[in-house]
Structure formats: structure tokens, C-alpha cells
């Protein structure tokens, strides 16, 4: 089925552990983004590319590492683990149109991570 | 400062009632787009409506219906004789076309329906 694949769905980490959280789409979209939801905060970005070989910075991008070697992959790299990077993550693409304003995202179903 | 403001942490309502979920945007741009999302308690962002700065039409899907109003910044979602499976948490989200790398979300308001 066409969409955004997140894996994994759970993870749980010790504090200093270092993970890759994986995301691929297979809708062609130019523009790829990694979220974290947090209770009370919404949905905040974290880094996001517009094509492959462009990654920048969203608004939380401390302690995580992005790359896009291809359209369809764009894993997030959590270097050193902390609490505070509980979260659940949304991976999420969307088509570039005639702007990257002009559609929504189609999320992943999360990656729920707990760093103890 | 906030640029999407959903007032409204959490609201509940009897089966049937009609609810309304507020959203007030704040933008300098004059072409913008405005989105809503529902996520239900299987956590999951499903994709609900988008409407651009220059259609102020009010949208109607059913028992849903959207009323954007640029004179007040505001992109409200009501749905009307409420379901229990309408029980989510509800984002609103606008998209500059000056910025248009970033979404901008509201912090949710979770929607709960009594049956």
C-alpha cells in the first residue's frame, strides 16, 4: 500500500544508547519531515528535507542527525539517548506542487520511543 | 509567538451534540493554506481538509463543516450530531507559502464524546 512506512512501531532505549528510527515513502514526494508529539505541545519539527541531499533544521533538532541518500528513505539518528527524548515520533511526506505549501502531509503511524 | 492557536485543551460532549473546535491563525502572508487533522486514540494523523487564503467558501462533509474566516483568523471545525468514534484529538495547521518547508501546528484539542 502507497504511504509513509515508520518502524519500529515501539522502542525503548538506556540513557547514552544510540538508534536509528527509520522512514521511507513510496509516493515519489519531494518533501520529507520528522515530528515529535509531545503532551500539551502539539507536534513539533524536528529536521526536514526538501529532496535528496537537502536536509535543515527544524525547531527541536538537538540530539538528532538527519541524511537523505535517496527520495524515498529518510531515517532520523538519535546520537546519545536522553529522557527528554521520550516522545513519539511522525515521520511525514508530502508532494511539492507548486509550492511545498500548497498540500498536506501524509504522516507514518508513529514510532513511540520511552528513554529510560 | 504562537502562530496556531487551538484554545481549547479538551472538550466533552453527550452523543449527538454539536461541537465546535476553534483555530486562530496568525500569518503575514497573503497565500497561505489551513489544514485539520484528527489523530484517534490509535495515534495515527489522518488528514481531514485543506483550504487556501483566497477561498473563504465554507466546506460541509457530511457531519463535519469548516468556517474560515480571514476577518477574525480563524478556521473552525464543527461536527454536528457527534459520534463516540469522533473521539480524537484534533490539530490545526497552517502552511505559509513564504515558509513553505514548515508546517505550523496547534497543540490539539482532544474531543471526547460520551455515549
Known amino acids: 500500500n502507497a504511504g509513509v512506512t515508520q518502524t519500529p512501531k515501539f522502542q525503548v532505549l538506556k540513557t547514552g544508547q544510540s538508534m536509528t528510527l527509520q522512514c521511507a515513502q513510496d509516493?515519489?514526494?519531494?518533501?520529507m519531515s520528522w515530528y515529535r508529539q509531545d503532551p500539551g505541545m502539539g507536534l513539533r519539527l524536528i529536521h526536514y528535507s526538501v529532496g535528496a541531499g537537502i536536509t535543515d533544521q527544524g525547531e527541536v533538532p538537538n540530539g538528532y542527525n538527519v541524511s537523505r541518500s535517496t527520495t524515498e528513505d529518510f531515517p532520523l539518528r538519535l546520537l546519545s539517548a536522553a529522557p527528554s527524548q521520550t516522545s513519539v515520533y511522525f515521520c511525514?511526506?508530502?508532494?511539492?506542487?507548486?509550492?511545498?505549501?500548497?498540500?498536506?502531509?501524509?504522516f507514518g503511524s508513529g514510532t513511540r520511543l520511552t528513554v529510560v | 509567538a504562537q502562530k496556531v492557536t487551538q484554545a481549547q485543551t479538551e472538550i466533552s460532549v453527550v452523543e449527538k451534540e454539536d461541537v465546535t473546535l476553534d483555530c486562530v491563525y496568525e500569518t503575514r502572508d497573503t497565500t497561505y493554506y489551513l489544514f485539520w487533522y484528527k489523530q484517534p486514540p490509535s495515534g495515527e494523523l489522518v488528514f481531514l481538509i485543506r483550504?487556501?487564503?483566497?477561498?473563504?467558501q465554507n466546506e460541509i462533509s457530511g457531519r463535519y463543516s469548516w468556517n474560515f474566516q480571514k476577518s477574525t483568523s480563524s478556521f473552525n471545525f464543527t461536527i454536528t450530531a457527534s459520534q463516540v468514534v469522533d473521539s480524537a484529538v484534533y490539530f490545526c495547521a497552517l502552511s505559509e507559502a513564504r515558509t513553505g518547508n514548515q508546517f505550523y501546528f496547534g497543540t490539539g484539542t482532544s474531543l471526547t464524546v460520551i455515549p
Open positions: 483550504r487556501n487564503s483566497f477561498d473563504e
Open positions: 511525514a511526506s508530502k508532494s511539492a506542487g507548486t509550492g511545498f505549501s500548497e498540500y498536506g502531509y501524509t
Open positions: 509516493m515519489n514526494h519531494e518533501y
